[in-house]
T-cell receptor, first 113, second 114 residues
Framework: DTEVTQTPKHLVMGMTNKKSLKCEQHMGHRAMYWYKQKAKKPPELMFVYSYEKLSINESVPSRFSPECPNSSLLNLHLHALQPEDSALYLC????????????FGQGTRLTVV | AQSVTQPDIHITVSEGASLELRCNYSYGATPYLFWYVQSPGQGLQLLLKYFSGDTLVQGIKGFEAEFKRSQSSFNLRKPSVHWSDAAEYFCAVGGPSGYSTLTFGKGTMLLVSP
């Protein structure tokens, strides 16, 4: 199994809603990432988890709250988002050893209305 | 600080013609370099990677890339483009391990004309 699975694929939420994005991998990767990608732009790093601990937060607003409950699962909790937060949210995982690459999920297309 | 420059925002190539996408990087140590491809609304798929050794690396779908340290470049090539190659291509640089972050270029959109 070499997949990173993200659910849901599409999400529409209001600015007062609370929702969560889910990312799952069963490759034993102990580094997991959240990226945000706006249209026609490259992915921008949001968070990095290493061994289930948050190691990098790229100054992301607190309305985005990541969680890594176990080595296979990564969540992104969303609350009080703004329309400008609409984007494709990508999850990735990577082995922690040298000479490895990141595997990306298919993303969640989020629309905030 | 690490950075990646992809100077071409769009490239149009005729089907069957050859392709070269340019990538220049800046990295303080030995770079780990990647090319990813993204179809609209999809995730990123790894085409190829360079860590060390032979500077010409082969990837999936008939792509190859050449690492040139003296020019800080890692250009992607394909001898004959297919219509299905139309997509966005991202070059990325990062460190050796899973703890390190990837920095992406702005991407090059490849259009394939019949």
């Amino acid at each position: 199994d070499t997949e990173v699975t993200q659910t849901p694929k599409h999400l529409v939420m209001g600015m007062t809603n609370k929702k969560s994005l889910k990312c799952e991998q069963h490759m034993g990767h102990r580094a997991m990432y959240w990226y945000k990608q706006k249209a026609k732009k490259p992915p921008e790093l949001m968070f990095v988890y290493s061994y289930e601990k948050l190691s990098i937060n790229e100054s992301v607003p607190s309305r985005f709250s990541p969680e890594c409950p176990n080595s296979s699962l990564l969540n992104l909790h969303l609350h009080a988002l703004q329309p400008e937060d609409s984007a494709l949210y990508l999850c990735a995982s990577r082995p922690t050893g040298r000479g490895t690459e990141a595997f990306f999920g298919q993303g969640t297309r989020l629309t905030v209305v | 600080a690490q950075s990646v420059t992809q100077p071409d925002i769009h490239i149009t190539v005729s089907e069957g013609a050859s392709l070269e996408l340019r990538c220049n990087y800046s990295y303080g140590a030995t770079p780990y370099l990647f090319w990813y491809v993204q179809s609209p609304g999809q995730g990123l798929q790894l085409l190829l990677k360079y860590f060390s050794g032979d500077t010409l690396v082969q990837g999936i779908k008939g792509f190859e890339a050449e690492f040139k340290r003296s020019q800080s470049s890692f250009n992607l090539r394909k001898p004959s483009v297919h219509w299905s190659d139309a997509a966005e291509y991202f070059c990325a640089v990062g460190g050796p391990s899973g703890y390190s972050t990837l920095t992406f270029g702005k991407g090059t959109m490849l259009l394939v004309s019949p």
